[in-house]
Structures are given as C-alpha cells and as structure tokens.
C-alpha cells in the first residue's frame, strides 16, 4: 500500500491534530491564552495545556471552542478522535483497546482492581502511580483510562458486565474520599440499563479464574476474543477453544455471584463503611 499523502503537513495523530487545531485557530486570531481564556471562560493554564497536548480537556471546553471560532461540530469531533486514539496507550495494550473500541459486548472479572472502564479519575490515578509512570505521563495515562468510559455512555451504548470479586471492593484506595468517590460511581453506572454490576462473595471459594483478571469481547464479525491480565503483563487470546475454557469458568462463576440488586446492596455497604471527613 503507497504511504498516505500528506496534503496539510499536519499531524496524522488524533491527539496531537488536536493540539495542533487548538493551537493555529487561536494564533490565526492573533488570541493570547490569557484573552482566549477571558472570552471563553476557562483559566488560560488549560488552554496553554490543550494546546501542548498534555490534557484534552472535556467536551464541553471543545463545543465551547467550537462556539467561539465559528467551527460548529469541528473540534468536538477532534476531540472524539483524540480519546479513542489508540496511540495514547502503552505499544503492548494498542490491539486490545482497538478491539475494545470495536466491541459489541463486554463482560469482565476482577481478581483485585476495579476495571478501567468503570475508574473514576482518584482510583485511576493510584493504580497507575504504582507503575513507574509519574508527572505528565502519569497525567496522560491516567486521562487516556478514564476517557474509555465514554464507551459505555449513550444510547448506543454495548452492554457490560463486570462480576467483581469480594476482595475489589474490600481493597480501599489510600485516600477516603477518592475511594467514596468510586464506590459511588459504581451505584451510578449499576443503574444504567447496558450495566450489569455482580460480586462474587469470598465464601464461594476457589475457582476457575481465581487468581485472573480477564475481559471477554465479542466482535463485529461475532467472534469472541479474551484478554487476561495480571499487574505485570496482559495476553490476547483468540484460539476459540481457550477462549472457551474461560468462558466457561465465567459462567460458572457468574452463577455463584450476587444478583445485580443484592451487588448494589453490598456496594452500598461497602460505600457505609468508608471513614467520613472530619467536620470543620
């Protein structure tokens, strides 16, 4: 295939086309930060790090843009690209987030973490830090996680469901109000009709998956692929036959866990016990 032609000299990345747009739409203005700011209402140290690329901000600060230079629907779209960018992930786990992307169904176990997909900003920050990522990485990584949620959000929304382990939600986040914070998103989410939430009680004891995080994806073409992960590595399986092993497990696991009305109730507890902040 003959290398793509390159008409505008502009970068082929979502992400940093995004930038880049950001960037010559205000200087085309003949905008400081400073006046783009004042016009538009965000503080200038935002726009400043859109336009290096070290954030993508929230919808809302693009269809604003989108207002202000007379571009209707332009930057939004950009900034749509520019979360689902692929590229903004790690090499080794690119293939799996574009299938996911790509997924028509999801469903998940949890051994000991929260599924990204279900991470606020807090939880997503602790987990990644305990990598070697840290400053403007850490920031990236931890934007990139909490921008796949948008996957489940709208009406064309696939259906997920992810079946915890006890031990996820009795392994708090250092910082209370950051794990509150999360165990409240999850009672959010479990109200939405293409989320399903289960735990699996510590009492029903070993199993099929105890010691492995996996992630089930059906595909477009109705084939099913899994994804295994621990804290070191992650495997892509495609052979139907592993892949059906696991499902296996999946289901006779699923089988022993909460329905999705006694999970929220758990949760909910779980939510109760959390250490309230000091009054001032």
Request: proline share 5%; aromatic share 8%.
């Amino acid at each position: 295939m003959p290398p793509r032609r390159v008409i505008t000299g502009r970068s082929q990345e979502p992400r940093r086309r995004y930038a880049e747009e950001l960037r010559l739409l205000r200087t085309a203005r003949g905008e400081s930060l400073r006046e783009l700011a004042k016009v538009v209402g965000w503080d200038a140290s935002l726009f400043g790090k859109l336009e290096s690329g070290a954030t993508l901000g929230s919808p809302e600060v693009a269809e604003a843009l989108d207002q202000h230079y007379g571009t209707p629907g332009l930057l939004l779209a950009l900034w749509e690209l520019a979360v689902g960018d692929p590229t903004q992930f790690k090499e080794q786990y690119r293939r799996y987030m574009a299938l996911e992307a790509e997924a028509v169904n999801l469903w998940h176990y949890g051994v000991s973490t929260i599924h990204g997909l279900l991470q606020t900003e807090g939880y997503a920050y602790e987990v990644l830090a305990l990598g070697s990522a840290k400053g403007k990485e850490l920031e990236q990584q931890v934007e990139a996680r909490t921008g796949r949620r948008k996957l489940l959000e709208g009406e064309d929304a696939p259906p997920f469901r992810a079946l915890f382990a006890e031990a996820v939600l009795r392994t708090p986040l250092r910082d209370a109000r950051a794990w509150r914070e999360q165990l409240e998103y999850l009672l959010e989410v479990s109200e939405r009709p293409n989320i399903t939430l289960q735990v699996l009680p510590q009492s029903s004891g070993l199993h099929g998956l105890v010691s492995t995080d996996v992630m089930f994806l059906r595909l477009l073409d109705g084939a099913t692929v899994a994804y295994t992960e621990n804290a070191h590595r992650g495997e892509l399986i495609e052979e139907n036959a592993s892949v059906e092993r696991l499902q296996r497990a999946y289901d006779a696991m699923r089988d022993l866990a909460l329905n999705p009305a006694e999970s929220r109730k758990f949760i909910l507890r779980m939510l109760e016990e959390v250490p309230c902040e000091p009054s001032t």
